[in-house]
């Protein structure tokens, strides 16, 4: 088993604002990511699969394919959107850094062939990031 | 003469877009970034001073009284901020970096004691970053 | 499961020294890091968590309240520190970045809620990290 | 269980080619990096070993040793030198990230004395990046 | 004035060779870099122009149109090419990073309209770059 | 004239605190960085030199020629030292970045040939750093 990582990035704009919450307990909790007008970000995002390179290529996924797949399932939905209004699966949970990541797992994991989905990494600053591994881990 | 520089970060949405322009061209002229529902970046802010370093103290500047400038003067004002809607100076002016870096100038340069300020440098990804040396170059 | 991670730094003196050998096997063993007078690092350190979002807020941890508590475990101990003269737990182990990472897992550990402690990465230089993931592993 | 990882570097050049391919099967698959005049990179190597730490020096392994042996074993064979015609180990498999990995673990690994070899991880590019973890996992 | 810099990258291989130098001597002055079949590296390109910004617009140039110019005149010429073999430029001259530099200064500079070109940075490793600001400095 | 930059590092232990002050006042001018048992830094140093390429071998300077100068003139003086006690140059003025600077240029400038010295950068973390470009700037 080899890993591969690619990394993609998209610049994104969002807020934590509970809707049924009042706005103090909002500020109260998220501090000043609960600014009504939003904030955003420079997200990087690393997905890593595994598997065996390929004896023919030398390859576990063709790096290419792979970055394809990225563009396609994550930074066109992503990419200078605003998570809260452009993006249908954030409308109703929460489009902090955690939950974006299990959605990206979902979004990816359908389109890989020959390799199996191991990490979805997304790093909102330098000081923050999170890790998914899929539901059994 | 020596240089110092500091940095300090935010991070803030922002749209480019210009009422008085058809959204077609809005898009034509701004791609992406006209989105209307806003878009984000992690903004580093590199702050330049110069001068000859104090005897006693071998400092041209006290780099954690420069970063307290900064702070208030910068990151107070910009920090999870949506600078078209929550920003006074860029109502009516673009708020693309270039005009950010100037605004920038003009908020710390009046604090400065004791060494002149050089150059303000604004990144907005790490493909692309600004630099404004004030007026006369 | 998802894990986040968050990076706090600090700057620390430290020399690798072991009082009951003679100075030449001190060096044989430590090389420059014997130095009697120390040397010191911009250490950076990253703290991962691991847990289920909260359905409310989408957070395993609120990455602030995560800060919180490694500025003042961890940072307030060690910033500015020479190792082996300010901070007690190295008077008798020594404070190589092995010893720091398990060190700092037992400061930490104990304030977290609602999620548990993965891994302490401790990077001493661009060459050099560690990582500590407890007593299991 | 404290895990060091050790970083090292070199610059080499390859081609992904496949002899008993056509040229255009070759473009095909492997795109630009079927140059037949090489195409080249700045590899970044981390090596993770795995142990506990020497109760007399807190190392897992010193790592100015690791370092050497890094050396002696990856950059001497690969720094400055051309994957497909200087290697013998790439004449007869293609020389990719995951290949040159899984190679860089056998010429490590027999050099480790008081600890394990955990991860050989290669960054290609900023974006690229390859992990292998030895035959079992 | 403001200056506005764009990153692009490309890999190349090159190596530094003098034909009418006999091996011996290409190896004493070149180092490593003179064996015959080539190294490579991940060259970063950073352009940096300078101009006022639009009154409309807030820009000294869309970066987008300038990455656009660097993909065709830079990247397309250098990406996953032999400097010696492929680039006609290096036919006769070193492909050093300073002649690359020189160069690349020629090649962007009649595509820059409402704005001057200032400086041309070239990163071929982490320890080393060049920068080129024409002719008259 | 092509400007080229060399980076070398070292760790070096410092504190900043003038004796003919009292405690206090020191720690008032130098906040922590003021502990009497020292603190430190992995310091990045680059060096830049400016002139015109040889026309024979394409360098302003061999790269490697000017990372054996740094590395006798910079790194052997100061690395895994503490600039208080160990290097002469700092028993009476302050080893801050900026004064630390001025003399590796006096250090490094007697031994360049055919270019001149451009520019001394230091970098202390992150966040701070300094230039420092000869007398006449």
Redesign the interface.
């Known amino acids: 088993?080899?890993?591969?990582?690619?990394?993609?990035?998209f610049?994104?704009?969002h807020k934590?604002y509970?809707a049924d919450w009042s706005p103090e307990k909002n500020v109260e909790?998220?501090?000043?990511?609960a600014?009504k007008?939003?904030?955003?970000?420079?997200f990087d995002v690393f997905v890593?699969v595994k598997g065996n390179?390929d004896p023919?290529?030398?390859?576990?996924i063709?790096?290419?394919a792979l970055?394809k797949i990225m563009k396609r399932e994550i930074v066109e939905r992503l990419?200078?959107?605003?998570f809260n209004?452009?993006v249908p699966e954030f409308k109703n949970?929460?489009?902090?850094?955690?939950?974006v990541?299990?959605q990206i797992w979902k979004w990816v994991e359908p389109h890989l062939e020959g390799c199996q989905l191991h990490c979805v990494k997304l790093v909102e600053?330098?000081?923050?990031?999170?890790?998914?591994?899929g539901e059994e881990?």
């Not at 088993?1 to 990035?9: A, G, N, S």
């Not at 909790?29 to 990511?33: A, D, L, M, T």
């Not at 990419?79 to 605003?82: C, I, Q, S, T, V």
């Open positions: 088993m080899v890993y591969l990582t690619r990394r993609e990035y610049n994104g704009a934590l509970k909790v998220f501090g000043k990511c600014n007008h939003f904030h955003g970000h420079n890593t390179p023919d290529t030398g390859f576990v063709n790096a290419h970055s990419d200078h959107k605003n209004l452009d949970i929460m489009g902090t850094s955690e939950n990541a299990i600053t330098e000081n923050i990031y999170v890790e998914y591994f881990k």
